[in-house]
């Protein structure tokens, strides 16, 4: 995505409780001599901001042109991940885009290769199997956590629904008491003309 050299961008992830989740990002000066982005912006950082569905800040910290932040997430619900460089330059003289590129993973846990092919076989089997048990947890983690979500949309399903019905009961009794003291105010009209 593109962004304004002072400006801030944010993202909403929806994270299930007790998750890793891992971003990586890469920014690009948009050079006006060039017309294209230069391959990374020497100098230039980025503030990323980790704000948790509570407001509670979870993470707050000034990388370089690229890295690599993580956080895990002790609640579940939307988290905020909000991006801003770190330039000083005035608004007038800081008019330059900047391109980020951006891979967020979320419940990812890595393998440390090096230390899987220190070890012997078993060591290397028992290590991959933790790691699927590890990566099990987090899928029912993340079931539990969509479960959860749609039976809270389920009910505000069912309260609309309830609601729409008594709206629809409400109209009816209405439109008909309309129809009756319409009837009765045209019969009692007629009756007073003595055209009936």
Known sequence: FHIGEREEKCIIED????????????????????YDFLESAPGLGMFVTVTSPTGEVLLSKL???????TFTSYI????IICFQSNSTRFAVIAGSKLRIHLDIRVGEHFLDESAIQAKD?????NVRLEHLIEQIHHVTREQDYEREREEKFRKTSEE???????WAVVQT????????WQIKSLRDFFISKKLV
Do not use: A, M
Not at 121 to 125: C, I, S
Not at 160 to 166: D, E, G, M
């Open 173 to 180: 009794l209405i439109l008909i008491s309309v129809g009756i």
């Open 121 to 125: 076989k078993v060591n290397e089997v």
């Open 63 to 69: 990388y370089g042109p690229q890295g690599t932040f």
């Open 15 to 34: 994270i299930p409780s007790d998750t890793l989740v891992v971003g990586n990002y890469k920014v690009q000066r948009w050079d006006i001599h060039k």
């Open 76 to 79: 579940s619900g939307e988290h």
């Open 160 to 166: 609309t629904n309830s609601n729409i019905l008594w």
